[in-house]
């Protein structure tokens, strides 16, 4: 479970540099949106951790606020840039 919340977290990092350098707002909206999945199953692993009792509740208030966050930002910044592209 671990290695997955691993896996998945540092994903997101890896999808959102990827945007930074598309090659289109196409290619950008399509990294962000990747990373946003791979936010919303970051928070799954999380949950899951903390159910099977892997993080005190102050480590998951924690890093659930923080995931959290990330998620609207990049829910924020797909939906942002979809609407720029659709008044081209």
């Known amino acids: 479970m671990s290695k997955q919340f691993v896996r ?3 994903s ?3 999808n959102v540099r990827e945007g930074i350098y ?3 707002r196409k290619d950008f909206i399509s990294k962000m949106n990747i990373a946003l ?3 919303g199953e970051t928070d799954y692993w999380l949950d899951v951790l903390h159910a099977a009792e892997y993080l005190t509740d102050s ?4 890093m659930k606020n923080d995931i959290d966050e ?3 930002l990049l ?3 797909v939906k942002t840039t979809k609407e720029l592209a659709n008044k081209q």
Do not use: D
Request: charged share 25%; hydrophobic share 30%; net charge positive.
């Open 75 to 77: 829910s924020s910044i």
């Open 8 to 10: 998945s977290g540092t």
């Open 12 to 14: 997101i990092g890896a």
């Open 59 to 62: 480590e998951y208030k924690s």
């Open 22 to 24: 598309a090659q289109s």
């Open 37 to 39: 999945k791979e936010a």
């Open 70 to 72: 990330l998620i609207r």
